[in-house]
């Protein structure tokens, strides 16, 4: 379940889901926020002109991709590290064939 603002293991699952269904007026809440979200960040046009727009910059100015997106430390940690390190995880935990493959190459 991952919606914004969360972020929940399908194991961890059952209790925000059984929240949810009993609570109406959070649920409502919820639904109204992410759909703000979403139409302020996922407008068909602006998501068309983030495209045409980086298109344009790998001609115009190719020398932009070589800038930064993040500032210190901590954005890319949360931005690409950190997710990074949860799907690690879940993977390890959540694969029995994993687990017998490592076993397997360990001998």
């Not at 190719?62 to 930064?68: I, L």
């Not at 997710?83 to 694969?95: D, F, G, I, L, V």
């Amino acid at each position: 379940m991952n919606c914004r603002g969360s972020d929940v293991r399908l194991e961890e699952a059952e209790g925000p889901l059984r929240e949810l269904l009993w609570n109406r007026a959070l649920r409502a809440e919820l639904g109204a926020a992410s759909r703000q979200w979403m139409d302020i960040y996922y407008q068909e046009a602006a998501m068309v002109e983030h495209y045409r727009r980086a298109y344009l910059d790998l001609f115009e100015a190719p020398h932009r991709f070589h800038v930064r997106r993040f500032v210190g430390h901590s954005e890319p940690w949360l931005a690409v590290a950190l997710p990074n390190h949860h799907w690690a995880a879940r993977k390890r935990t959540n694969s029995p064939w994993r687990t017998l493959a490592d076993a397997v190459r360990a001998r």
